[in-house]
């Protein structure tokens, strides 16, 4: 069991990362739940998938029904499965939508239950990969409690890896456990290259690799077709590659 988010400012190719990291992994003897965690829900996509039902939608469910509920019902064990019957079984992957963010009500109750239930479902496979939302908010409400890395996807610019700075202060103060943090450089040129090292020394972060701008995979987002259609000897599948080894996987 080895759990996987991956963090990082808005826009610099968190989700792509996540979808290339998944469709390199799949041919591996490993079982694999990939989590949706950004409201915006863009990782099916990228994967060339579609789902209907959200974890959202059953808290939503579990929040409007629980008092029409018999007491004796087991609320818990009504909610995990429902968030089974949701979990979409792909080949070589199970997909995981969370969906909307919280409403103006209180979810703490329901939050709590999903709680649990997320940390059995992770304990069933070898490798979690959670793609998420820019920031570190739904970290934070801690549905997801336990994370080995962390993986901050930053671009060229000197945010991005501010942002990088931040999310490693956030997650000292909020108090995460989070055994690792490692960067990396996305959308990478010939021209930012030496910059960019530099400063991810300066910031003392650990840079895990850099996957340069990728003609293939930008024209592909930009027609809204699937990363899984992105050649294996791409410029940015390559990377990824690379990055896979040295992490192990
Ligand atoms: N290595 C790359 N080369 C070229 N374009 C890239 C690369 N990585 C990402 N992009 C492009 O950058 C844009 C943002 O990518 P992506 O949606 O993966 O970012 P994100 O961090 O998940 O964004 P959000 O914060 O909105 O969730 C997309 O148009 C994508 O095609
Ligand atoms: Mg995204």
Request: one cysteine or more.
């Amino acid at each position: 069991m080895r759990v996987i988010a991956i963090t990082g400012k808005g826009g610099t190719g968190k989700t792509a990362i996540a979808a290339m990291l998944i469709r390199s992994l799949v041919s591996k003897k490993m079982t694999i739940l990939a989590v949706d965690a950004d409201p915006d829900t863009n990782l099916p996509e990228a994967l060339g998938d579609t789902v209907e039902e959200t974890v959202g939608d059953q808290r939503e469910f579990m929040l409007r029904e629980r008092d029409n509920l018999p007491p004796d019902v087991d609320k818990e064990r009504m909610l995990e499965s429902k968030i089974y019957s949701i979990l979409a079984e792909r080949h070589g992957y199970d997909l995981l939508v969370m969906g909307r963010p919280d409403g103006p009500g209180c979810y703490c109750y329901t939050n709590n239950l999903l709680r649990g239930i997320m940390d059995r479902i992770v304990k069933n496979y070898d490798l979690t990969i959670i793609d998420t939302a820019a920031g570190l908010e739904h970290l934070s409400r801690r549905i997801i409690r336990d994370v080995d890395e962390l993986i901050v996807v930053t671009d060229g610019s000197k945010r991005g890896l501010q942002t990088a700075q931040r999310i490693r202060e956030l997650v000292d103060e909020i108090g995460l456990n989070i055994s690792h943090m490692h960067v990396i450089l996305n959308k990478v040129t010939p021209q930012n290259r030496d910059r960019l090292i530099e400063l991810v020394k300066q910031l003392e972060l650990d840079l895990v690799g850099m996957v340069p701008y990728d003609e293939d995979l930008a024209s592909l987002d930009l027609e809204g077709i699937s990363l899984m259609e992105l050649p294996e000897n791409s410029l940015a599948q390559v990377e990824i590659d690379k990055i896979i080894m040295k992490l192990g996987m």
